[in-house]
């Protein structure tokens, strides 16, 4: 019940076996916080950071995205928060973008792809995100990687960004550098990917749209949405295991990773970190906290 839940809260998130887990929590914009200290999450695993542009009617400046950055990072007190940078298509209306309709938009110009492609405003929020690193725990993620190019290229971007502020005398830290896996290129690729970030996350809600090729929106595909798929939950595994193997720590930041009725199967694979709805941090904990990963298991999904 919802009020054993609340006695969970301020507990450790540890297998019964040891195994300590991240528990962190998925927001979209500073007034989420309320809701991440109301469940105790242990850090921010995936801060969306799409509001600050949506609700304006021009670019944000980079002193708007750094006062919000910087106010996250400060709630946190020097625990984690991971900004993810920019993930905007053309299935998010915002005008000052200039984007033309796509028939396809979550196959299109969108993320990465975007941002790539027009570095200024890729950089402002880099600045951004990099002056908010010194006043707490920041990392920053990238989303909808399909290649090693694609992460090389973002790592020029941010080495003349620190350039940049290093000229100016403005202060940053050489904060973790990740990627959102979710798609099957980089699933496949993660091997590669590893020896170039920190840390992978896994994107499932994403990774199960393109390896089923499911649009995610389409209601009336809903029944065939299954993030359960075998295929998905391979490719999970392979990214931990690649992850692992190239010094990477691994988390899932889609809505898989509240799944309690996987919650077992993702600390077997390895899985070091899952970033939820703020709502569903304790159930979660308490999962973990109910499984026992010392007790042999067979696992129909493999
Ligand atoms: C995902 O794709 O699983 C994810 C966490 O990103 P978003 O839901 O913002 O696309
Ligand atoms: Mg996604």
Redesign the pocket.
């Known amino acids: 019940s919802a009020e054993l839940l609340q006695q969970l809260k301020g507990k450790e998130s540890v297998t019964k076996d040891g195994k300590k887990v991240q528990l962190y929590a998925?927001i979209g914009s500073v007034s989420d916080m309320v809701s991440v200290f109301a469940n105790d999450a242990e850090g921010i695993g995936?801060f969306?950071s799409e509001f600050l542009y949506l609700e304006k009617e021009d670019y944000p400046t980079e002193e708007e995205l750094f006062q919000a950055y910087k106010s996250v990072a400060e709630m946190m007190a020097g625990k984690k928060v991971i900004i993810r940078t920019l993930?905007i298509g053309a299935d998010k209306q915002v005008e000052y973008f200039h984007m033309e309709k796509e028939e396809n938009p979550a196959m299109g110009y969108r993320a990465i792809r975007l941002c790539l492609d027009r570095p200024a405003v890729f950089k402002t929020q880099l600045r951004a995100i990099f002056r908010a690193s010194v006043f707490g725990n920041v990392s920053v993620m990238y989303?909808m990687i399909i290649s090693v190019d694609e992460v090389r290229k973002i790592k020029e971007l941010v080495e003349e960004v620190k350039k940049e502020l290093r000229a100016e005398d403005i202060a940053y830290k050489d904060i973790e550098q990740g990627i959102?896996i979710?798609t099957p290129a980089a699933a496949l690729i993660s091997d590669l990917l590893a020896s170039e970030v920190d840390f992978f996350s896994v994107?499932?809600?994403?990774?199960t749209q393109y390896t089923l090729a499911i649009d995610r929106q389409n209601a009336k595909l809903d029944a065939h949405y299954d993030a359960h798929h075998p295929a998905v939950l391979r490719m999970l595994r392979m990214v931990v295991e690649n992850g692992h193997k190239g010094g990477c720590w691994v988390g899932i930041?889609?809505?898989l990773g509240a799944d309690i009725s996987l919650t077992e199967e993702f600390l077997r694979m390895g899985v070091d970190e899952l970033s939820v709805s703020p709502s569903r941090v304790l159930s979660v904990r308490k999962e973990i906290r109910r499984s026992d990963l010392s007790v042999p298991k067979t696992d129909k999904n493999a």
Do not use: F, I, K, Q
């Open positions: 998925n995936l969306r993930d989303p959102m979710e994107g499932t809600n994403d990774l930041c889609g809505e």
